[in-house]
């Protein structure tokens, strides 16, 4: 933690406005980007980030030093978007899905030619299980079973619902045909 | 086309993308946190406001203010009975229309309370033949009966039921028969004012209120006096805002003692100046021409006083600083053997040799002939010493007992003797006036004091000290390039009074 964020933190556990706004203008835009992968659309993303810095002051004393800041902010970020997710039904049937995996060879695979917008667009045109686990697993870095713990439901379902969107995510990238080479082996299944 | 090495797994990739992705939310965020943050903020109740102590604080004053204003509210409608009886059934008399509308097949369905009420009046109205109007009502009424009145209310408003009721009403109804009609106009009159169908509630009441009127025995005039209004009835909610007073207890000041004091006194004392010789023995022991071997002297002290005033200040309870100015007259004798003063040492001669010289001229010139200019001079004979100094103390002082009628305290400090003058009585019997400008005596001499004080308390201002004092000079009193040393010393025992302020 830098002597900056050491500063945000005490001025945030002192309530202070200003340095509430400081940590909002300094993380706001990563945790907003945050929220545009969890949701559907941005207003709800726009509620879900300010519902999440509403936790962070409120919870501000909670935050030890000994891990990095931004690390306990995108967890807040991320719990709150799974209760919003809860909130509206999404998350509620999440079913087994049997998917093949697509053999796609991840040594040939790279997203250098896409925006970053296009790439969050492609997330949140995702099924909504598929949205968030694909966001937990390929971007936040759980494990299944973490996820599985979080959500409640089961380690299989995680796996299942992450393969079915990864399978969803490469039939995008093919339809944009930005891929760099011939490898993307989508129609093996 | 990135760089091959970054080349990873799906995973990888979408983290590398994503993971670091920016987005400026719009200013509206932040307006909403704001805005919510401030909203908690106010939530906020001031910490006295959430003491239960400022709760029950509260409580009790709105208990008081309750039962202060119940009883003054009874209190002053102790003449108005009929008033205080009457307002009790006006809950009732919300559901009571419906019964009686119920019960009278000629009540009309819908009338509201007002017009029921009219209903209830009507009937020995009707009885009488006449339809009058509602502001016809009261000369309508005036113009019949109690009785008629009474049964009317009776038959109207609860029917054949309640027999009871019916009786209490005949009964009022006798009683009030007996006023005169005149009055009973004004009072039925004004019974049927009131809106609400309050005209009904008060001839329900009517036994109440007539067993009221029973027991004051009313008269006519004090009837005629007692037209009310049934006013509406409104809930008023106090929000009683209470803050203690925060009293800050301040330490009890205890009284301050005296700060400041002045006194006078006398000593009487034991003056002894220590007069000793400094450097005659070597010299003498170089002379032959004395028959003494040695020579000596003792100074021995005489009744001396020291007329005293001083001035202090008490600094705490205990602890006292004080200073004065003192005359001290310290008589004394000395007795020895004399001293060899040398007319060519380096010390110059002074008032009090050439004094002496003077008077033993022989010894003078014998002792310039052949004792090479050294002088003996022979005291050997008691003298008197009288020294005069003007003393200005500085002690401080540790009572114990203060504030008592007796105390004690005890001195120490230093003080310091402005030498004034010394009368020496010379072997010739005259007597040798020095003063401290003819260069004997040092013009100030330091002495240590120490001393022991009882005070006694004449009255709150007043006080009277017996103090016992020792002074040491702690340098001597003689200039250091005199052959004589003197280190006074005194004791005494000082009375004095004191006046505190």
Redesign the interface.
Known sequence: MTFNEQELVKGCKQRN?IA??QL?DVF???L??IC??YTKNRADA?DV??DA??KI?ENIDSFRADSPLEYWLRSVVVNTALNHLRQQKYLKELDDIDIHHNG?S?????????Q?QQ??EM?RELPPGCQTI?NL???E?YQHNEIAQMLGISEGTSKSQYSRA?ML?QQKLNKEKRF?DGSVQHKQF | ??DPS??????E??????????????P???E???A??DGEQEKVTPLWWQSPKMWYAAASIAALLLVGGGLWYSGGQKDKVEVAVSTKPVQKAETEPAKSVEEQPNAVQGQDKEELAATVEQGPIAATGSEPTRSDLKGGIAGNSNTGIAAAARTNARGKQNEQHADNISSAASIIQERPASNNQDVIASKTEPANGTVEVSVENSNAAVAAVQNQATSAEMLASLPYNDLDVYVQKRHVFFRPEVRIEEPVKTTKPKEYYAGIGIMPASFNPNVKLREAPQAFMAQSVSQKRSVSGTSEARASYAVQTQGGVRLSKHWSVETGVSYLRGNSAYEGGGYVLNAYNSAASNVLENALAANNPALSDKAAGFNNGALYIDVAKKVSNNYQYLQLPVQAGFTLNPDKKFSYSVLGGMMANFFLVNELESASGDIIRTTASDEIYRGTNWAATTGLRLNYKLSANWGANLTGSYQKAVSSSFKSNQSLDSRPYLYGVSWSVRYSF
């Open positions: 406005r509430q706004k909002y706001g835009g990563k907003f980007a545009m992968r726009e980030l300010q810095f509403i002051y796609l991840d040594r040939e695979f790279t997203l250098g030619n896409f970053m790439l969050m997330i694909f697993y390929a971007i870095g990864r995510l760099d | 086309m990135m970054n080349i990873n797994n799906f995973e990739q979408w983290r590398k993308a994503l993971k670091e992705a920016s987005e400026a939310p719009p509206s965020v932040w909403g946190i704001e919510r943050l």
